[in-house]
């Protein structure tokens, strides 16, 4: 490490900060704040999250003793600070690069990573349950669970804090809200207020006038009611806690989350209170990196080689999320029915253009898929036609709502699945890799995957004007490699594969963008004299039997290329559907493995997992040799 590092370069475990003073624990946040933004700038990264919670790290790490204390943050990508603090300091340089640490909290990584999530609204029910165990183990120490005011939208966290309320166990929440405005009681009269509230001398007092009102002779009701609702009364007026007091949830704050000292002061005053507490702190996402504080949105995830003095790059082939953004807005503009959801993420799913066009037919529901869902069926039966965006993996957090108010209803909701297949850097939480199988499963579904970004535009006036049930369009996060922008969308027959090229020596069946790599494995083939027969199969269910009949009855080796895990795959149900076809040539499944792929940029990925156009050509040719 270089000089201006002068503080960070000795800390290499929590227990290196122990001892340093105010000004040096400033210097460190600001060493930190630095070395993040000069590594994140180059390799990629969640920048603005963890800029925003340098000053809370630190603080946590000061106050308590992971990994003894256990520390829970909420999805973390925020915890880029925390990695820094814990020995990671120096692998910070390869965070989501193949072969390097984890993007988010990873227990095998490290001790101090005491859960692994990805997904939001996961830490309050995970820091309940930790609570619990230590209690019946009968140990002693802290469990603090870092939630942001966004995953506070996830009903998971209400139903945390409903379990919580009841359990009544010591733990402490930290509410990070990072929110852009800030609300006028924030600031001397707050800050003086939170002083008082969570002084220890004044915690004393409080509970032991509630002891002593409960030895009164006659009229503690009465007296212990009135001190009760004079407190309520007063936070009502002064702060936003009341509602988790009422859940028997100490509700303190909100506090600036960026003042280390008071920070630390706060946090000190309230760690020890033998129930469960909720620390509410306002944060500055971005904070420290002027663009990432104007833009925190635009720099909540960097791409690698990002200099701080310039926006992150833009990617030069069109990727699917615009398509499909492009072509609800022509949608929409005929169909006033349509409708467009999204679960916080309008951005990542192409929605933001259509949100300015259509505000009052756009919905971003917060962290909350299931509650997505299910607002979508109403609306599908009230006669709208919503179309719902959400990531592959977040769509599992809803697949009740998906059998139980869509399936079976058979109401019209389209959904469209980004992140369908590997991810990349973002790594196993985020792989959109069981898609297939979890929809497949359902009956009376359409599940649709197009190989391009023309057939996307088609599927999604095929699922337009299909009324029978759902419809589900899946896509990778990458480009749509689009051949004639002018093309007109028109509805496709459901459940029809399109012949993409004949050939009589193989048969090579390819999902969604894997027919790009199918495709050259054909052309590879081809230089080896092997003519092969190409076939798009566009629709997963519905599947083609009757072109999927001929083909096994011809070719004596046909293959499957899928990019979803193997069980429950469109590849097992071709093989599946072979055995009932007497002759029928063999199925070669080239699909992912059963088991969780690591993070790294998805060709590294799809060369570990063998699907790559040289390793689909070679088996071609070593089954040919063996014939």
């Given at each position: ?8 370069q ?16 400033l ?12 590594v994140v ?34 999805v ?10 814990t ?10 690069q ?10 095998k ?8 999530a ?45 379990n919580l ?23 001397a ?15 004393r ?8 009102t ?13 001190i ?82 310039s ?37 990542g ?34 006669g ?13 957090r809803?697949?009740?709502?998906l ?5 079976i ?22 792989h ?16 649709a ?9 088609h ?7 299909y ?13 749509a ?93 071709v ?29 590294q990925?799809l ?21």
């Amino acid at each position: 490490m270089t000089d201006k590092y002068k503080i960070l370069q000795t800390v290499h475990s929590p227990a290196d900060i122990k001892t340093l003073s105010n000004e040096q624990l400033l210097q460190l946040c600001q060493e930190i704040r630095d070395y993040t933004i000069e590594v994140v700038s180059e390799t990629g990264g969640h920048l603005a999250p963890t800029l925003g919670v340098v000053e809370l790290t630190v603080a946590l790490h000061k106050v308590f003793n992971s990994p003894k204390d256990k520390i829970i943050w909420d999805v973390g990508h925020q915890a880029y600070a925390h990695k820094i603090l814990t020995g990671r300091r120096d692998a910070l340089k390869t965070i989501r690069q193949y072969g390097g640490i984890s993007g988010f909290c990873k227990p095998k990584e490290s001790e101090h990573d005491i859960y692994g999530a990805g997904h939001a609204s996961t830490s309050i029910s995970a820091g309940v349950g930790f609570a619990i165990a230590r209690d019946l183990k009968q140990e002693k120490y802290q469990i603090i669970s870092v939630i942001g005011d966004g995953a506070l939208t996830g009903g998971l966290s209400f139903e945390g804090l409903n379990n919580l309320g009841h359990l009544r166990t010591r733990m402490m929440i930290i509410l990070n809200d990072n929110a852009m405005s800030i609300s006028r009681n924030v600031g001397a009269m707050s800050k003086y207020l939170s002083k008082i509230t969570t002084n220890p001398i004044y915690n004393r007092v409080r509970d032991e006038i509630w002891k002593l009102t409960g030895k009164l002779p006659v009229g503690k009701s009465t007296i212990r009611t009135g001190i009760k609702k004079l407190e309520e009364s007063l936070k009502n007026l002064l702060v936003p806690g009341v509602l988790f007091d009422e859940m028997g949830i100490r509700y303190f704050g909100p506090i600036d989350g960026n003042d280390l000292p008071h920070l630390i002061e706060t946090i000190e005053n309230i760690k020890d209170i033998n129930s469960p507490v909720i620390l509410h702190i306002l944060t500055q996402k971005g904070r420290g990196f002027a663009l990432a504080e104007a833009n925190p949105q635009k720099f909540h995830g960097i791409g690698p080689a990002a200099k701080p003095g310039s926006a992150p790059a833009k990617n030069v082939e069109t990727p699917f999320l615009k398509v499909f953004g492009d072509e609800l807005i022509k949608i929409a503009k005929k169909d006033k029915r349509v409708v467009a959801i999204t679960a916080a993420m309008p951005d990542g799913t192409g929605l933001s253009e259509f949100a300015e066009v259509y505000p009052d037919r756009f919905f971003d529901v917060g962290i909350a898929e299931g509650h997505g869902v299910t607002f979508a069926a109403a609306l599908a039966a009230s006669g709208m036609r919503p179309f719902v965006a959400i990531y592959s993996t977040f769509l599992q957090r809803a697949y009740d709502m998906l059998i139980h108010d869509i399936a079976i209803q058979k109401l019209p909701v389209i959904f469209i699945l980004d992140r369908a297949g590997l991810v990349g850097a973002d790594g196993p939480t985020h792989h959109g890799v069981l898609d297939i199988a979890y929809l497949r499963s359902i009956p009376d579904v359409v599940v649709a995957a197009p190989r391009n970004g023309e057939e996307l535009r088609h599927l999604m006036q095929t699922a337009l004007n299909y009324t029978a049930g759902p419809f589900f369009i899946r896509y990778p996060k990458d480009t749509a490699q689009l051949n004639r922008k002018s093309v007109k969308s028109t509805a496709l027959p459901i459940g029809q594969w399109e012949v993409l090229s004949e050939g009589k020596d193989v048969a090579i069946i390819a999902v969604g963008p894997m027919n790009h790599i199918a495709d050259k494995a054909a052309e590879i083939l081809k230089d080896q004299g092997i003519s092969t027969k190409r076939v798009d199969a566009k629709y997963v269910k519905p599947y083609d039997e009757k072109l999927l009949k001929t083909m096994l009855k011809k070719f004596k080796h046909v293959y499957m290329v899928e990019e979803n895990n193997y069980p429950g795959s469109l590849s097992q149900a071709v093989r599946a559907f072979s055995a009932s076809i007497p002759g029928a040539g063999q199925v070669h499944a080239h699909t992912l493995p059963d088991a969780f792929v690591t993070h790294g940029t998805r060709a590294q990925l799809l060369a570990e997992v063998k699907l790559t156009p040289e390793e689909i050509a070679s088996a071609v040719l070593k089954n040919m040799d063996g014939k």
